[in-house]
Nanobody
Framework: QVQLVESGGGLVQPGGSLRLSCAGF????????MGWFRQAPGNEREFVAA????????YYADSVKGRFTISRDNTKNTMYLQMDSLKPEDTAVYYC????????????????WGQGTQVTVSS
């Protein structure tokens, strides 16, 4: 059974930082293209960042480019999202997604999802 488990969410002030982690179980993590998505109340799930299975290709949504950094450690079956200069509009539930078979920014192309972790940016 495949499981993706996110951690690292929380409450942070504007301008602050958080680091999300996504641990993968039951899948060949090192051969899986992975991504991060987020969903705010009343909004559709949106693409945040993606990383290819070996880490050679990285993509970001324009809204987070220059502030967020995606990375992975295949020896630990873990993906990360370093979030800096956080803004109130970054508030959302953040989801880890695994094993993309198509468009890296298309949620429908991912086979597996984590349960989500809440990120709240507020003073």
């Amino acid at each position: 059974q495949v499981q993706l488990v996110e951690s690292g969410g929380g409450l942070v002030q504007p301008g602050g930082s958080l680091r999300l982690s996504c641990a993968g179980f039951g899948l060949t993590f090192s051969q899986s293209n992975m991504g991060w998505f987020r969903q705010a109340p009343g909004n559709e799930r949106e693409f945040v960042a993606a990383i290819s299975w070996i880490g050679g290709r990285i993509y970001y949504a324009d809204s987070v480019k220059g502030r967020f950094t995606i990375s992975r450690d295949n020896t630990k079956n873990t993906m990360y999202l370093q979030m800096d200069s956080l803004k109130p509009e970054d508030t959302a539930v953040y989801y880890c997604a695994g094993q993309s078979r198509g468009g890296y920014d298309n949620a429908r192309s991912y086979a597996y999802w984590g349960q989500g972790t809440q990120v709240t940016v507020s003073s």
